[in-house]
Structure formats: C-alpha cells, structure tokens
C-alpha cells in the first residue's frame, strides 16, 4: 500500500490567507472577541487555532485563550481495535462554563472527533456556544455536525485522503490530496 | 509503540521504556482527576473482576474509582465474603469469575505467585494489586510517578527505603523498579527483616541497619508499614522499633533538605513515621493517593480497553481521525 | 529358565565389567559365563546393553493404605519396574501409619498380590511419627520391615533418637532419619536464599538439615547404632556424614536425582518444583556430585512422593511437598552425572545397588545363587519421557516432557521380565 500525491489543494501563502479570513469570521460571528475562547483538536488543530489567536490579538487586539484537546479518550471507535491508542494532555486553562467557544481542527471528515471533542468539553463544564471552525472540510459526514466557519470545501472519494502539512508539527507548509494505491 | 503488555504481574519484568511509557501516560489521567465531570465512556461496556483475596481498603477503591471514572462495570470478589473460606480453590473461585466474562481481572492474594498462576489459566488480562511478599506493581508505578512529578526526573537519585523490607512486597516491585533508572537503593531496617541477601535482588543495592547511615545524603526515603507481630517469628517490641527506626523529624534532618517522604499507607503514626513528618511539607503521601488513581486508570484504559488481541491496529479508514 | 545373553554386566560388588551371559532359574541365579546355552530356556538378546544387579529403591512413598488417589502399590510398583528398579522401600507416612505389624503385613500381603516388583516396608520410629512413645517395631521387625524412620518428620528429640538407636542395634536394622529442624524450617516453602528473597517465598535456610544431622551423628557417637539419612541435599549435611566415617561410625547417606539436577534457582511458582528438603543452592549440588563420585554418598533413593494432580494444582504455598521420581532417576543419573564424566558407569550402578543393599544390611550381586533380580538399561536409547504415559496416578514431576539419553530397557524380578521397553 502507497501513497500517491494527486494535487495540491492549498499553498502556504493561501494557508495563510484562508487563516486571516476565518479570525476575521470568527470574531465576527461571535459577537466579538469578548467571552471568546478557541479549543485546538490534537495535533494539527493546536497550531491551527493559535495562529488564530495571534491574528486576532493582532487586529482585534484581544487577548483570546487557547486551549488544547486529546480525544483518544472521547473516541467511539476504542473498543473495535487492539493496542489503544496513546493519550495525550488535554490542557484547558479557562473554566469553561458561558464561554464562546470554537473547536479548531484542520480537517472534517465523518464528524466523530468533533462529537468526542464536544463530548470532552461537556466534562469541563457548560458553554454558552460551541461553533467549530475547520481548514478543509471534505465531506463524508457520518453524523450531524457542521462547521461555521470553513477554510475551503473539497470533493473527496473513500480511498483519498486529505493531508494538512503544518510547519510546527511537519516542516513544511501546504494541504495536498493524497491517494491510497494497492 | 510499546510492545502490548497482556499482563501487569510485577516491575521486575518491565523495562525502563515501558515502565516511562506508563508513567507518561498516567498524566493525562493525573489531569482528568481534576475535571468537574469524572466520567468517561472510554471503557463504556467493559467489566473489570476486582478479586481481593486479602482484606485490602485503599487499593480496593483505588482500582474501583478508576474503573468507574473509565466508564466501565466492576464485579467485586472480598476475601471475608469468599467461597475460598469454603474451601473452595484458587482456580475454581477464578474460573468462576471467568464464566461471568469480565474483561480483565485485578487480584489482590496472600500467596506469593497467585497472579502468575491465573494469568497462565486465563484468556484475559491479570493486573497484580499485591501478592504475597513479591510485588505490589501498581504501588511502585505511583511512587515513581510521584518521585518523577516532586523531584522532576526519576533518575539518579539515593533513595532510603525503611522497614521490613523482608516481607514487603512494596519494596521489592520498588527496588525493581527504581534500579532500572540508576537510582541507589539503600535498604534499612532491624536486621532479621533486612538481610545483607536483599543485596543481590538488583544492581545498586545496599544494606545499612543504622538509621543514621541510611538517611545520610537521602532524596527520598520511603516508610513502609511495620507489623510488631509476627507469624514463626520472634515478635519485636513497638518501642524497640520506634528506637532504632522511626522516622522523627530529626533524623530527617539528616537527609537531603529537599528529600521527598513517602509511605504506601495506612499510616500508623507514632510507630514508623512521627505525625510531624507524615504531615510535613516534605511528605508526599496524598500526592501518592490520586497518584495511585492516574496509574491505575491508565493501565486499566491499555490493557482492559480495546478489542480482543487479535483486533487490527488503528487507521482502518481513520485517514483524517486526529493523530 | 531365563537366559540372558550377549549384554555387558556391570557388578559392582565383585568390580566385574564383562561381556557375561546370565542363565536364571526359577527365583535366583543359576551361572554366569561367556557363550552360555541352555535348552528350553527363554532367551533375552540384550545386545549393546548393560546388564546390572537389580536396582533398589530405598525410599519411596506408596500411598497405601489410605491415600490411594495419589497411588497404589499396585501402580506405585509399576511406575518402579518402568524405572528398572527391582526392590523398593516405602516409607511408613500412609493412613494409618505403619508402626505396627498389621499394618506391615497388610503391605507385604497386597504387594505380593498386585506389586510389580519387591517391596521392602521401613516401618514408623515412634506410634503414629508423633514423636512420643516407640513404635512395635520388634512386632514389625517380624513382619518384614528392613528399617525404621519417622520420615516426614525429622525423630523428634535427641532423647528419642538414642531410644530408637539402642532399640534397633540388636534388630540389626538402620535409623532413617528425615533430617529438618522444625524452629527453622517453620513456614517455609523453598530454600532460602537469593531466589526466596526475590520471589516473596518463605525460606528454609541450608541448616535446618545440617543441624539435625549433626545432632544424629553425636547420637549414632553415643549409640554406635547405624544410622541412615535420607534425602541429603546440602553441603553442610555432607560433611557431618564424612566427619562420622572416619570416625568409622555407620553412618550413610542417599542423595535424590532431583537433588544432583535441579538447584533453587528452577523454582518459579510452579509447585512441581516444590519438595522437601527445597531444592539447595548451586554450590550443594555441586558438593552433592562429589559426593557421589568420591564414595562420600552412599546411594541414590528417588522419594518418589506421588500427589493426584488437583492437590498439586494450586497457589506454590499451599501446594504439598514432593514428586514422583521413579522413571526418571536412571535418566537422570546417566545425563547429569555418567554422560558430563563426574562419575563412572559403574559407580552410577553401585548407587543403584550395592550401595542401597549395604545399608539395608544385605548384598545385592550377580552370582549364582543370587534372587534373579536384574535391571538392563541402555545408555544411548534416546526418548522423551511423558508423565502421561506413567502406570503411576500422579504426574507431579518437573522433568516432564524432558529427553533424555539412556534408559532403563527390562526390568527382571524374582527371574520374571516384570517390565520392557
């Protein structure tokens, strides 16, 4: 089994321009950034949703907290598979009750990691809202969850998947379609 | 990836990496203990046997709260309720158990090698909370835990253990344990429960049976349990014991400053520790009890959780699932 | 008429290593000699094979009377003939205890009815082993018995063990003593030492034996009585024996196969490992294979001690002492101690036969007008030994699945082939 690079779907430059654009949404479509406070999805949600942080302590000049996410434990699919998964921190700060908050995440795909990321916030406590904000959103929903704010909407097969390259975590930056060949 | 474990019978069969890997993956769980809502579905589903055939409170609920917080059911056997006071054996109280298809068993005996003995009979997993005078795993892993957390790294330290080091099954798993991070062990206590033997048991092992030699330099000392009263031996008398080896503040002045104080529990105070010392600011021994909850949810999420052995590996079609 | 031909006799008793043919008539031994025939008689080629004076055992458990799930003499003495031994003594430890004649008799009248082979009874020290009053042992003298023992148990006190001495001197049969200090050994489950420590299990230390031991050889010193210890397994034991021979004292000594092969450091939790004495340290074995070589051990006796399985199956503390031993002590005497060159062929067979005999006070030999037992054995047949496959009821062994080299190959009792490979 290969992986086969098919196309590009982002640049850096336009990784960057779709991030700038989505601080601007969020701020926007959350009444500002009052109460505001972003949640990154291990891995890639977490530099995700600190750039965005940074940009909008940049043009709103507030000071938005960021908090970080494991869901292994909050996974449905635990008891299907053998050797379970290594766990990470979740580390969040800020109570959580009456907060704007927004999960990041690079990717939506069957809409399980956000269920299990909501289900891990509810343990912390109650927030007044919960909007998701994602890089790429391919499809392929398995249960009813949306994202408010979308970097850009993909088409995607089965076999395809999406691959978000960050530089803090893969030392390069851009999003390409890659395919599974036998 | 860690070479699945299927068993936790001891620490003298673990290696340093899997004895880190546990430990690193007990944090997350330290962290969860902290949460408003102590609930998981994690192991949603899942029965866990709890078969403490020696009367045992603290680490009876310690498993039991962490199986509860993972979401899954318990099935609790207790020695004084037992069908063994019926003279009904080991295999066929287990195999008892076994029929009502729990999903992993933790066994608490008074035999030395019980845990072993129904590992090899049982298709499921077998955690050791205790048996005998051999281990006493999970106690290790928290004291390890609390060591690594106080003192920010595990390694190199001189570490005291004092007391009946003979027939402590906490000292062994710790001995083990502590040897494959090159820490120096310094055992003390009278000498008919420390033997210079115990020297052999792992690298770096030294017995004094002077107090005042065995606190000298010390970052940890670890208090064990004493029972004055013992079965085919000569008893030793209480004030005998708090003479020569109770842990006063004093003689922890001759200890690092900064030395770390531990004790497995229940404490008895006056008899091996002062109250002083016990509640102190070097004591760590509340720190050991939620600790002891973060490992024992851990172990029980890797080896309870999850499909039969044979179940594929994550990422069937998890292609975008959060790595 | 039985005659035995083209085989390689070892007799250790008149030192001969001869290719010998060996005619049997009836019950004893008619001649010896090189190109024998005989007419009418029965022929057994044992070609390429030792032929020895037969094997006997002197101390082993039968479970009868009382605890016949574990064994019988009837399948005790066929595991025996499966290990080439033509003569076995049980010890007295059954329910009730031999240490009377009726129950001696009640032995000797069921071996000679289903016993495969020849079965000696040692007969109980003291009433019930309890240490207290002497046993009837002129009454079992008449019986049968060829020695007294508490085994089991150590003879309780110094006091006793002179009482027990003087009684026997004139009945001309030996002491065994099962040498333990009870102060000592109290709990304990194996040898003590760094495997006990590191496995949790309450230790014997090495003088529980040595102690008792040596108070038997100032008693045998006050006595001059003759006086056995059985099973020896340590170095300190060792040399109170040396010390008593050359102080020309009677005193002898047998060593057990799994005492010369297994040390303390084969025990696990697995309880087929468990018996008494505890397998000893490194250097004891060593010591013990010296003693066997230089003439310092006397004999080698199995303890054959059968438990039915589910007795055997439980947590190591709980389990009982002991395990069977009779097929496998030829296998192993030849693999740890004649193939490795720590001793001669011959001087293996001396332990199996006129070692034992002279304790018991008796000559074991091949010549006419012997008994026609015989045991012939081959040191290269290679097979793997089965507990499974034992005539015996219990499987209680660590050697089980183990191969060896050589093997005992016929068995022959009273001038009958009692076993065959």
Known sequence: MRVVEKRQLLSAEEIGRTLSRLAHEIVEKSGGAKDLALIGVRRRGVPLSERLAKQIRGFAHADVPVGTLDITLYRDDLSTIGQQPVVQSTQIDFPVDNRELVIVDDVLYTGRTIRAAMNGLFDLGRPRRIQLCVLIDRGHRELPVEASFIGRSVQTSDTEIVEVRLQEIDGEERVVLVDRVP | ?323 | ?421
């Open chain 2, 1 to 323: 990836m860690l070479q699945r474990l299927s068993h936790l019978l001891g620490t003298e069969t673990l290696s340093s990496e899997q004895i880190a890997f546990i430990l690193d993956q007990a944090k997350p769980f330290q962290e969860f203990q902290r949460h408003p809502l102590k609930k998981l579905a994690t192991l949603r589903g899942k029965t866990v046997a709890l078969a403490f055939f020696e009367s045992s409170t603290r680490t009876r609920i310690s498993f039991s709260t962490a199986a509860a917080r993972l979401g899954a059911d318990t099935m609790a056997l207790q020695a004084e309720s037992s069908s063994l006071k019926k003279g009904e054996s080991l295999i066929d109280t287990v195999r008892t158990l076994e029929a009502m298809r729990p999903d992993g068993i933790v066994i608490r005996h008074a035999s030395s090698g019980a845990p072993e003995f129904v590992a090899r009979r049982l298709e499921i997993p077998v955690i050791n909370a205790g048996d005998g005078t051999h281990e006493h795993p999970t106690q290790a892993l928290l004291d390890a835990l609390t060591i690594r957390d106080r003192k920010g790294k595990l390694e190199g330290w001189n570490v005291t253990i004092l007391g009946d080091i003979l027939h402590s099954r906490v000292a062994r798993s710790n001995i083990h344990l502590l040897s494959k991070f090159g820490v120096r062990i310094t055992l003390c206590g009278p000498a008919m429960w420390v033997p210079r033997e115990l020297e052999k048991l792992a690298a770096n092992v030294r017995v004094v049976h002077r107090i005042d030699e065995a606190l000298d330099g010390a970052d940890v000392v670890m208090v064990l349990r004493v029972q004055t009263e013992r079965i085919h031996e000569p008893a030793l008398a209480p004030d005998e014991y708090i003479a020569g080896y109770q842990l006063t503040p004093a003689r922890l002045r001759l200890a690092r400053p900064d030395a770390l104080v531990l004790h497995p529990g229940p404490i008895v105070r006056g008899l091996e520790i002062d109250s002083a010392v016990a509640d102190g600011p070097q004591s760590g021994v509340l720190e050991q009890v939620t600790n002891g909850l973060a490992i024992r949810m851990a172990l029980l999420y890797h080896l309870i959780g999850g499909a039969a052995a044979d179940a594929p590996h994550p990422a069937k079609d998890r292609s975008n699932a959060s790595d």
């Open chain 3, 1 to 421: 008429m039985l005659l035995i031909k083209n085989g390689r006799v070892l007799d250790p008793a008149s030192k001969t290593d001869a290719a010998l043919d060996i005619l049997l008539d009836g019950e004893r031994i008619s001649k010896t000699g090189a190109n024998l025939s005989a007419n009418g008689a029965e022929v057994f080629d044992a070609k390429g094979l030792i032929v020895a004076p037969g094997f006997i055992d002197l101390h082993c458990h039968l479970r009868e009377p009382g605890q016949e799930m574990s064994e019988t003499i009837e399948t005790g003495t066929q595991s025996a003939a499966r290990g080439g031994f033509t003569a076995v003594c049980c010890m007295p430890n059954t329910q009730p205890v031999n240490d009377n004649a009726s129950v001696t008799r009640s032995i000797v009248e069921r071996a000679a009815a289903a016993g495969a082979v020849r079965v000696w009874p040692i007969g109980a020290a003291s009433m019930g082993s309890k240490g207290e009053a002497l046993a009837e042992i002129s009454a079992m003298k008449g019986a049968g018995i060829v020695a007294v023992s508490d085994d089991g148990k150590p003879v309780a006190t110094a006091r006793l063990m002179r009482q027990v001495m003087d009684y026997c001197t004139p009945l001309g049969l030996p002491v065994i003593d099962h040498c333990e200090d009870p102060s000592l050994f109290a709990g304990g489950v194996m040898r003590e030492g760094p495997q006990s420590l590191k496995l949790g299990l309450q230790g014997i230390p090495a003088q529980s034996e040595s102690i008792c031991v040596g108070r038997d050889v100032e008693v045998a010193l006050l006595t001059g009585a003759r006086l056995h210890i059985a099973h020896m397994s340590t170095f300190g034991s060792l040399e109170y024996v040396r010390f008593a021979k050359r102080t020309k004292l009677r005193v002898t000594c047998e060593v057990t196969p799994h005492h010369f092969t297994l040390t303390d450091e084969d025990v696990r939790y697995d309880s087929h490992y468990k018996m008494n004495p505890p397998l000893a340290s490194r250097s004891d074995r060593d010591a013990l294979i010296a003693g066997l070589a230089d003439g310092s051990v006397d004999a080698i006796a199995t303890d054959h001690a059968p438990h039915h399985a589910a007795s055997k199956d439980v947590e190591f503390d709980r389990a009982p002492f002991g395990i069977i031993g009779f097929e496998t002590a030829l296998a192993l005497g030849l693999s740890e101690l004649v193939h490795p060159g720590k001793l001669s062929l011959m001087r293996l067979v001396e332990l199996f036969t006129a070692g034992p005999a002279r304790v018991l006070g008796m000559e074991r030999k091949i010549a006419a007008g012997e008994p026609a037992d015989l045991t012939v054995f081959s040191t290269g047949h290679e097979w793997t030994y089965r507990a499974a496959e034992s005539p015996s009821k219990s499987r209680n062994t660590p050697f089980d699945g183990r191969a060896f080299r050589g093997a005992p190959m016929a068995t022959i009792v009273a001038g009958r082939i009692v076993f065959r490979r």
